[in-house]
């Protein structure tokens, strides 16, 4: 399920077998905000009111999360790119067995897609000279290491949709690295991330929060070529045990 950058309106391509079958897209990174996100359903319900600009319409385009996606869409339009993957609106949250799809599937997401843009929310201008960016709630955050990793074109921008920069940079590689410990070569592409051992991997992220506790370990399954069964009753040690040995089992049996 994408949206369509020129109509703003989702698109489903459940009938896709194969990556080749869907279109290029763009993908958005971000930090949610809470009562401002825009559901699947509220977007779905945008579309249906598209002629209807009453009070309800008005109450949910208000949303900073609904100006977000209207940003993102136009930067992948500027990209010539007709199609975008947005987490808060793409997936359906209400439907579990949708939701745990999505979450095995989310690292493939990110390194299918033509370019990840990469949204700081809390900064303004060229922070990476200023020395502010290590403060920015972006890099503290679990699902946003697989973000920042899996795609092959990351751009980052602030507050404001100016462009910051491409991970790739040396001044901004050198930045991230110094803040995730992350070796530049991984970030500027020239090591997979997949050739780097499983331990160095989950050292990176060490640090980072989650909203709901079992994420912490759900974060890591594309990070660390894993995958098991996501139960969000299981406390975190539970959950993070079953990664342990799916990792043993994946890289070391």
């Known amino acids: ?43 779905v319900q945008i579309q249906d009111l598209s002629n209807n600009e009453g009070e309800e319409m008005a109450e949910l385009k208000k949303k900073s999360g609904y100006r977000k996606i209207l940003q993102a869409c136009f930067k992948a339009r500027v990209d010539k790119i007709d199609y975008i ?51 920015s709630e972006w890099f503290q955050r679990g699902w946003t290491l697989q973000e920042l990793l899996a795609p092959t074109k990351v751009v980052f921008f602030d507050r404001d949709w100016d462009c910051i920069g491409d991970r790739t940079q040396p001044e901004i590689s ?42 912490q370990v759900y974060c890591l399954f594309g990070i660390l070529s894993v995958t098991t069964d996501l139960d969000y009753e299981e406390d975190v040690k539970t959950a993070f045990s079953r990664l342990q040995q799916a990792v043993i089992e994946a890289h070391y049996g």
């Open 85 to 135: 993957w947005v987490d808060t609106c793409c997936i359906d949250k209400s439907d579990h067995g949708e939701v745990v799809r999505n979450i095995k599937s989310m690292y493939a997401y990110y390194e299918n897609a033509q370019v990840c843009y990469a949204y700081l929310s809390d900064r303004t201008g060229n922070f990476w000279i200023k020395g502010r960016f290590e403060d």
């Open 174 to 215: 050198t930045a991230i690295s110094s803040i995730t410990g992350i070796p530049r070569n991984v970030l500027d592409g020239n090591v997979p991330v997949r050739e780097v051992d499983a331990c160095s991997r989950m050292s990176w992220t060490i640090g980072r929060k989650t909203t709901r506790p079992q994420d």
């Open 1 to 43: 399920r994408l949206i369509d950058t020129k109509t703003i309106k989702l698109v489903d391509f459940h009938d896709a077998t194969d990556i080749d079958t869907i279109p290029p897209y763009a993908i958005l990174s971000h930090r949610w905000i809470e009562g401002e996100e825009v559901s699947f359903q509220e977007l």
